[in-house]
């Protein structure tokens, strides 16, 4: 166990210098990411906060337009582009948890059970986020790259010029559209969730269809529906809100649309997971 | 105080940007002149002077770190500062502006007709039926009503800027500001608009602010002109006070200042704008070759 001092006395300065210097870089660095990792959460809340004000002004006062044509534009292109992938992955979800499963259980005798466990977690959990996830690389990285290149091309700031809000203009109606379409996109991922499972656990398992529906309608509860898709509803929001934010604050041309994309995704995989442990020790906390 | 007459009053305008080390580069510093009720003013100077600084800040784009900018639109009694105004307040005035930017900024998204008719279904409660009859007379206007559904990906530079023109124009604003209305345009397209908004002016009777570093349009257009040179105002005069500027001998005159204009004006590379004591000779490279092309774009 040689300690260092010795060398900060007489041995090598040079050497101690560069390891300091390098420490500090480090550090320097970790503090600039840390820095812009809250400007970034900061600034998402408070465009979140915005786009909520907007909308709700909208709703009850007359005179401020939300445009009815602009949601329903948005919501068709969040949800009609997305329902094939969510369905498709939703399947396999549910046919990989049934194979999964399948030893396990049928070593405690419990087979007909898969239909109980793929129920639970498709409709708590893998429907919603699984749902998510496919939106944030199709509905989240669209938004960015769209509203980062409206950046750009200074249409936002052509907006502003006109006295038209961006935020109630661009943002509110992706967020609303976004929002409302993951909860509808999350009940057909749960039910084909639950159908990849049935169709695995009838053709390859020889589970009945009776026994695994049975199971499967005694293994819900109205709760599962509503925590499910509740947390569909957040995600749709967080995707939504970090892509726009994304997006406004776009830098250095095309470069910067492309980053702005790629950042949208990531960020709200973290986001999504993230939300999705809070959420669930919320609902365990309460017995939910 | 700002003149009877004045639209737009800039007093002591300062304006400065974060540099990437911490401090901190003054873009514009207390700059002061007048805009008239119904004038063309032109602000010319080189690239990077503060034009476009200058732009963002009168339409409120940008926030200013010192000084007023005074509006006094038709309807206001007196004028009003806008400097910390609030978004809701400065929107009131906003609706008496267009805005032509450099490369139209038209919505993508849109058709050329519904951009035109976007102001007007947002800031207004009539008809569709009038909406259309409005947008028929304005892409009329600016000669764009054959395009009138095209999507702007579809139209040259030129055609962007006249249908942004169209958009510009659609609440019949009192202000029109144009941001290098000539720049990336090949002459004849660029002389087409100078006309479209020399024409516009007297039609629609309003205050043009012009942006640009393309003489030949400033000269056309101009019925006043303001040289900018690092963020100053040089000189702010009639388009007759720089004629004669442009068409002195440069030794015979008097000021540094109108040494400075003179080369500006006439494009010359030798002159007060070029002079390259205490440069390295890698620096005079740069320079020299970002003034040349500079020409040539212009
Ligand atoms: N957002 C900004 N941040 C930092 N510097 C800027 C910014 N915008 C402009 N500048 C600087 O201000 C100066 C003036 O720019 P600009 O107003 O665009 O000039 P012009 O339009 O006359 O060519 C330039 O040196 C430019 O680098
Ligand atoms: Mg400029």
Known sequence: ?288 | MASADAVISIRDLRKSFPTADGGRITVLHSVTFDVMRGETLVIMGGSGCGKSTLLNCLIGELPIDEGAILYRTNEMEEAVDVTGLREREFNNIRRRMGILFQSGALFNSMTLAENVALPLREHSYVEESIIDIVVTLKLQQVKMLAHRDKMPTQLSGGQKKRAGLARATALDPEILFYDEPSAGLDPVTSTAIDELIMDLSSKLQVTSVVVTHEMDSAFRIADRMVMLDKGRVLRIGPRSDFESIRDADPASLSTADDRLINQFLNGYSDGPLTDAEGMSEFEKLIIGTALSEDRTTA
């Not at chain 1, 399947?91 to 639970?120: D, K, R």
């Not at chain 1, 509905?139 to 249409?155: F, K």
């Not at chain 1, 250095?252 to 999705?276: E, F, L």
Request: proline share 3%.
């Open chain 1, 1 to 288: 166990m040689s300690i260092q001092p010795a060398a900060s006395e007489s041995g090598e300065p040079a050497a101690l210098r560069r390891a300091v210097e390098a420490i500090g870089a480090t550090a320097g660095s970790a503090i600039d990411r840390t820095v812009q990792f809250v400007e970034t959460v900061g600034g998402t809340v408070r465009l979140t906060g915005s786009a909520l004000a907007w909308t709700v002004r909208g709703l009850f006062l007359p005179s401020v337009k939300l445009g009815r044509a602009s949601l329903v534009e948005q919501m068709v292109r969040v949800g009609v582009r997305s329902i094939a992938i969510v369905m498709l992955v939703e399947a396999f979800i549910g046919s990989i948890l049934a194979l999964q499963l399948a030893p396990t259980l049928e070593s405690y005798g419990q087979i007909q059970m898969i239909a109980n466990v793929v129920a639970i977690a498709i409709v708590r959990e893998l429907g919603p986020l699984i749902t998510a996830i496919v939106l944030s690389g199709f509905a989240g990285a669209s938004i960015a790259a769209e509203i980062g290149a409206m950046v750009e091309s200074e249409e936002i700031k052509a907006l502003r010029a006109h006295a038209i809000n961006p935020i109630r203009f661009l943002i509110v109606p992706r967020f609303l559209a976004t929002t409302m379409m993951i909860v509808g996109l999350a009940v057909i991922a749960d039910v084909i969730g639950v159908l990849g499972g049935f169709l695995t656990s009838w053709l390859a398992l020889g589970i009945t269809p009776e026994t695994y529906f049975e199971s499967t309608r005694a293994a819900l509860v109205i709760r599962d529906f509503i925590t499910g898709l509740t947390k569909a509803g957040v995600f749709g929001g967080l995707i939504a809100m970090i892509a726009c934010h994304a997006g406004m604050t776009v830098k250095g041309g095309a470069v910067g649309v492309g980053n702005a994309t790629t950042s949208t995704v990531v960020k709200s995989i973290v986001a999504i997971i993230g939300m999705d442990a809070v959420f669930t020790a919320i609902f365990y906390a309460f017995g939910w």
